[in-house]
């Protein structure tokens, strides 16, 4: 069974305080993505992945950052977490091979900035 | 840049009625995925859709990509309360990022 596995499922910080999100999957997939989800707003990219050390930015990446050191990892980190970053943020990994495409996604953070 | 719009938004059904929900792009697609989100999980895929044409099931959802390869369908048959949820498509950007529909979130009431 494909795993990809956020480090929380529910965090509570301070406004100004840094804020590391980890996500891990066990597919060898080279991409990675950071997605947030707002009612009404559907799944918003931050930033996504295509390589070890290789990122690009979504469409919000504004107070974000992302880490990806090894194949495995791609970590999201919330630089001076704001009250409008509460959210819930997914994860997902992807593989492309012979024209084909399948994401799968972690289960999910919901982060509440107070 | 490219876009999937979905619909309808939202659709609030009786426990065993047939639902059907659609994708549409003004750019075309090689790949379609269609996802279900329960509450306060993650989506989880559901299909995936490949050759334009092509017709594929899992149990009581079916899933068509659509000859013009810019638009894709799901269908559930006699739903359940456990079909609860948000169903997105979504389909890989010719950049590789994943663009997502804005989802429907479907209610049955038993």
């Known amino acids: 069974d494909v795993k990809v596995t956020q480090s929380s499922r529910y965090l509570v910080k301070r406004t100004g305080e840094k804020v590391f999100l980890e996500c891990v999957q066990d597919?060898?997939?080279?991409?990675m993505f950071w997605y947030r989800q707002d009612p009404g707003l559907g799944l918003r990219l931050i930033y996504f992945?295509?390589?070890?050390?290789?990122?690009e930015k979504g469409d919000i990446p504004e107070g974000y950052s992302v880490s990806r050191e090894k194949k495995e990892r791609f970590s999201l980190i919330l630089e001076s977490a704001s009250t409008n970053q509460t959210s819930m943020y997914l994860c997902?990994?992807?593989?492309?091979?012979?024209?084909?495409?399948?994401?799968?996604f972690g289960q999910g953070t919901r982060l509440t900035v107070v | 840049g490219q876009q999937l719009n979905q619909s309808p938004q939202s659709m609030f059904i009786q426990e065993g009625e047939d639902v059907s929900m659609n994708c549409t792009s003004s750019?075309?697609?090689?790949?379609w995925l269609w996802y279900k989100q329960d509450p306060g999980e993650g989506p989880v895929l559901l299909i995936a859709?490949?050759?334009?044409?092509e017709l594929t099931s899992n149990g009581r959802l079916t899933a068509q990509f659509g000859i013009t390869r810019k638009d894709s369908f799901l269908n559930i048959s006699a739903s359940i309360p456990s079909d609860v949820g948000i169903y997105f498509c979504?389909?890989?950007?010719?950049?590789?990022?994943?663009?997502f529909g804005q989802g429907t979130t479907l209610q049955v009431k038993p």
């Open positions: 750019s075309i697609f090689n790949t």
């Open positions: 859709l490949y050759k334009a044409g």
């Open positions: 979504a389909g890989p950007s010719n950049t590789g990022k994943l663009i």
């Open positions: 597919m060898d997939h080279e991409n």
């Open positions: 992945s295509y390589d070890v050390k290789m990122k």
């Open positions: 997902a990994s992807s593989f492309f091979h012979t024209g084909k495409t399948e994401a799968f």
